[in-house]
């Protein structure tokens, strides 16, 4: 039972534009959420956090959405750079479960300069 | 402050030998994270230990897996009698306190491959 669902395996979009990555969730304990970024042979590196009590949160460049009503959260990294070219994990949590995450598939974002 | 330590980083075992696999957490780090990553998937939750306790197990194999965080010295996964299936990527994280947002450090992982 695939909990944390990233439904598209991949996203390309040019430099400069914006990148909307989507994670969706099926637990409704779930009470945080991450974003973390993975490059080939190494680990995954923590990028983004939001709580279920908000709805959203910024930081420089990233911003996480989350929708609760829908189950639904989204990055958004505006303006791309070919950097950011990487795996993207949507992960969840809640408290009480000793912060073990629950992780989705991944997202693999190209960015074209 | 170094990261998180995962030794070694590649591992190649023939079907039935023993793997195993080490984690030094972050300095200050007392909670320590394993996952595994099957090609093609996400990252699964396998156990979750303190120094000297298995905090939670959920995701342990009930067979041939167990893991250890002794007082002194890196967090050890054992993999016993190895088979195919176990090939996969294995991460350790750590974090210095449970933190609220789930927030935890990896290691660059152990690419475990079962020959």
């Known amino acids: 039972d695939q909990q944390v669902k990233q439904n598209s395996p991949s996203l390309s979009v040019q430099e400069g534009r914006i990148s909307i990555l989507n994670c969706d969730y099926t637990n409704s304990m779930f009470d945080y959420f991450l974003w973390y970024k993975k490059y080939p042979a190494e680990g995954p590196t923590f990028l983004i956090s939001?709580?279920?009590?908000?709805d959203k949160n910024e930081d420089g460049r990233f911003t996480v959405f989350l929708n609760k009503s829908a189950k639904h959260l989204s990055l958004h990294i505006v303006p791309s750079q070919p950097g950011d070219s990487a795996v993207y994990f949507c992960?969840?949590?809640?408290?009480?479960?000793?912060?073990?995450?629950?992780f989705g598939k991944g997202i693999t974002l190209s960015v074209r300069p | 402050n170094a990261g998180v330590m995962q030794n070694p980083r590649h591992l190649v075992r023939r079907r039935g030998q023993e793997a195993r696999l080490r984690c030094s957490p972050m300095?200050?780090?007392?909670?320590v994270y394993w996952y595994r990553q099957l090609p093609e998937e996400g990252l699964k939750f396998m156990v979750y230990l303190q120094k000297e306790n298995i905090i939670d197990e959920s995701g342990m194999p009930k067979e041939r897996f167990s893991a250890e965080f002794p007082k002194e010295g890196p967090s050890i996964l054992r993999i016993q009698q190895v088979v195919r299936g176990d090939s996969a990527a294995y991460f350790c994280?750590?974090?210095?306190?449970?933190?609220?947002?789930?927030?935890?450090?990896f290691g660059q992982g152990t690419r475990l491959t079962v020959v």
């Open positions: 994280a750590s974090s210095p306190v449970l933190k609220g947002n789930g927030e935890a450090f």
């Open positions: 300095k200050g780090h007392s909670h």
């Open positions: 939001i709580s279920s009590i908000k």
């Open positions: 992960a969840a949590g809640y408290t009480g479960a000793n912060s073990k995450l629950t």
